[in-house]
């Protein structure tokens, strides 16, 4: 069975320009979540969707968006990009299942973005 | 705020047992969760605890207290290839999880 897949694997822009991150979830896996992860920092939450809607964000500005497709996968977008926005981005999956409190998780390999 | 506070690294010796403590302070607890990262690598889940108590899955057990905001994970017989970081984690609400910084650990022979 396929994992979580994301591309591309690096990235390079300069400051101000946008980054596209895509995401495939594990077949059958109907949530995709996204996570940054910084030098020092633990992962830090940015979006969760689930049957194509945004269902929780954390707390990062509305320059960081993104979608689910129809086929479940996932888009992270970062527009306007600053140097701090220098991270590795976590794309994860999950099944939602119907009363369970917590989801477990299953994260790909993630995207470095470097911002110059 | 939110709060999880982990050893920044820790090391240990080959067939030894190490224990993880992870300390958290958050606005919600839906259960805590440990992963494994080794370098480079995806986060590999490990072990959720809910309600108090110890969880033992194979060389791997972690406990919880919910009253004194308190986990650990306990390896045991450890082996080279469990040199990685650990993050201990935390669902406050809405599948958001809080992350530790993470331990790195070190086994060495």
């Known amino acids: 069975e396929a994992g979580v897949t994301q591309s591309p694997t690096h990235l390079i822009k300069t400051r101000g320009q946008q980054a596209t991150l895509r995401c495939s979830p594990i077949s059958g896996h109907t949530s995709v979540y996204w996570y940054q992860q910084a030098l020092g920092l633990g992962l830090q939450f940015l979006l969760w969707y689930d049957e194509g809607e945004e269902r929780n964000r954390g707390n990062f500005p509305p320059r960081f968006s993104g979608r689910q497709f129809p086929n479940y996968s996932s888009e992270l977008n970062v527009n306007a990009l600053e140097l701090e926005d220098s991270a590795l981005y976590l794309c994860a999956s999950s099944l939602v299942v119907v009363g369970s409190g917590a989801n477990v998780l299953t994260f790909g390999a993630g995207s470095r973005l470097t911002v110059l | 705020g939110q709060n999880i506070d982990q050893p920044t690294e820790m090391t240990a010796t080959e067939g030894a047992i190490v224990q993880i403590n992870c300390t958290y302070q958050?606005?919600?607890?839906?259960?805590l969760f440990w992963y494994q990262q080794h370098a480079g690598e995806a986060p590999t889940f490990l072990s959720y605890n809910v309600l108090d108590g110890l969880e033992e899955k194979g060389r791997f057990s972690s406990f919880l207290s919910r009253s004194k905001g308190y986990s650990y994970l306990l390896l045991k017989e450890l082996q080279m290839k469990d040199s990685a970081s650990y993050l201990c984690a935390v669902n406050t609400g809405f599948q958001k999880l809080v992350f530790g910084t993470g331990t790195r650990l070190l086994v060495s022979p």
């Open positions: 958050t606005s919600g607890f839906n259960g």
